[in-house]
Each structure stands twice: as structure tokens, then as C-alpha cells.
């Protein structure tokens, strides 16, 4: 186990200006925050997307407060070192500002988050802005906002006519001057992106889908490994076929148990043979 160094806020700023980009990815579990950490990955994210890829769920929707900090808290267990995110699930900040700062409160004291992260542009400014003010470090999503998927009209990018795009910056600006310390942009045109990131002042703009001159980049882990059977998206790059290796072995244990090639001899264990006669002559 190798020994990391807390990220914090001024981690990333320092990375920023160093021009090292910023490694983030979502994560749901403590298994795979462990691993994470080990593989010195900056950020992490415990999505509401946690509701497809972990529970099954067809979006985003479902997924409550409670699901999100028992997940949140096995995460922190198996990274205790990387820079945690909170996200804010459907209805635990729109209907207000109380609301808002009661939960991201929650992923504080109960979850150990670093930070939290809500969807939405300057109508959620009002938002950002109180959660800064209770001294909870904010990120902001634009863009394709999953929770926001109906009204959005499916899972498309965003920002590629010129009005929405203006306004998308005009979002990115007013929820750096509400005092979101990083906002991620998700499928927006990779021109869009390079603009916000020019114009940001002390604002960390992170990539999903978005291009490459944000400063740095997020993925869905299950997309990465082939573990979202599902859907596969466009932006996402398979870095290796987990869950082919997965299905295979789980093929491969169904034969053996049938055709009795397992358990062998080192698969169970043995009771010694005075025990056994002392046992044998209890049970007469
Ligand atoms: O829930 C999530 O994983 C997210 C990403 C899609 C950015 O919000």
C-alpha cells in the first residue's frame, strides 16, 4: 500500500497552475476507492449515477440522501486521501436554499466529503452561494444535467448553437461569482469549454465529454471497464474489459461447480482423524 498525501482544495489549485491536469473519476464503492487512491487518482465523484450503475435504476431520479452517503462513506473508507465529491441527488437542493445547505451538510459530517457538487446554472447560483457561505466547498455542473434529462430532451450534447452556448458561459461565470470553486461541464463542444476555462479566474473547470483544454478531465468508472452492460457512451474510453473477465469467470465457476472441477483439496477445509474417531464415537 503506498502512502498518499491528503488533496485538498490547494492541491488542485497548485495543479492547476503548474498546468498538471486534474484526474477524476466517479466511484461507488470501497473495493474501487481503494484501488483509486493506490492508483494516485486526484478527485473522486460519488455520483447520483450511482442509481444506473449500482442500483439498476433507469436514471438518475430515484437515488435519495441515504443512498448517497452510504455509498459516499464506503468510498471514503478505501480513499481516505483523495479529493471526495458529494453529488447533490434529484430534490436534496432544488426546492431551497435551507435544503440545499442541510444536505450538502450531511455529506460533511457523515460522509467526511471535501466538497460537494449540484446540477443547474445561475438559478442555482442562490444555491452555490449559501452552501459556500455555510463554508462547504461547491462544484457546479452545466451542460448535460442528468437530472434535468426530460426537460434537456435525452442525453445530447449541449451547447452547440450559438445562444446556448453563450449562455452555458454566461452559467459557468455566474456560478464562479456565486462561489463555485470548480465546475464540471459535460458534453459541451470542446470550443465552448476552452472559452470558460480562458475566462475563469479562480475557478477549476473539469471535462467530461468536453474536451481536452479544461483543466482536467472526468469519467464514469463503469464506463471505463466495460461494467455498465447497458450503454455504452461515445466520450467514454474503455481502458480494459473488466466486465468481459467478469462474465467469463463467473461462466467458467457455473461449469466447474456442475461438472464438480470445484471445490479442490486447498478450497475446503479438513478435520484430523483423532478428532474425527472422537467424534464419531460421540455421535453412536
Ligand atoms: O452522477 C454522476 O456520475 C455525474 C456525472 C455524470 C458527472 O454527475
Not at 67 to 73: E, G, L
Request: proline share 5%; hydrophobic share 40%.
Amino acid at each position: 500500500m503506498t502512502e498518499h498525501k491528503k488533496i485538498t482544495i490547494r492541491t488542485l489549485f497548485n495543479k492547476v497552475a503548474e498546468g498538471e491536469p486534474i484526474s477524476w473519476l466517479t466511484c461507488y464503492d470501497y473495493p474501487t476507492a481503494y484501488f483509486q487512491e493506490e492508483a494516485g487518482i486526484d478527485m473522486i465523484l460519488v455520483g447520483d449515477s450511482l442509481g444506473m450503475t449500482m442500483l439498476g435504476y433507469d436514471s438518475t431520479l430515484p437515488v435519495t440522501m441515504n443512498d448517497m452517503i452510504r455509498h459516499t462513506q464506503a468510498v471514503r473508507r478505501g480513499a481516505p486521501t483523495v479529493f471526495l465529491v458529494g453529488d447533490m441527488p434529484y430534490m436534496s437542493y432544488q426546492p431551497s436554499t435551507e435544503t440545499a445547505i442541510l444536505n450538502a451538510g450531511r455529506f460533511m459530517a457523515e460522509a467526511y466529503c471535501d466538497a460537494i457538487k449540484l446540477e443547474g446554472g445561475a438559478e442555482m447560483a442562490d444555491r452555490i452561494e449559501g452552501i459556500v457561505k455555510a463554508g462547504i466547498p461547491a462544484i457546479g455542473h452545466l451542460g448535460l444535467t442528468p437530472q434535468s434529462v426530460s426537460a434537456l430532451g435525452g442525453y445530447r450534447v449541449q451547447g452547440r448553437g450559438a445562444q446556448q452556448a453563450k449562455k452555458i458561459i454566461e452559467d459557468a461565470k455566474a456560478l464562479e461569482e456565486a462561489g463555485a470553486f470548480a465546475i464540471l461541464l459535460e458534453m459541451v463542444p470542446d470550443r465552448v469549454t476552452k472559452i470558460i476555462t480562458e475566462r475563469a479566474n479562480h475557478c477549476i473547470i473539469m471535462s467530461l465529454g468536453s474536451g481536452p483544454d479544461a483543466h482536467g478531465q472526468l469519467l464514469i468508472y463503469h464506463d471505463m471497464f466495460g461494467l455498465y452492460p447497458k450503454f455504452k457512451p461515445r466520450m467514454a474510453k474503455v481502458f480494459g474489459n473488466a466486465g468481459e473477465v467478469i462474465l467469463n469467470g463467473l461462466q467458467q465457476y457455473n461449469k466447474e461447480v456442475k461438472n464438480k472441477a470445484f471445490p479442490q483439496p486447498e478450497n475446503w477445509f479438513t478435520i484430523k482423524d483423532e478428532e474425527y474417531n472422537e467424534l464419531e464415537k460421540l455421535l453412536k
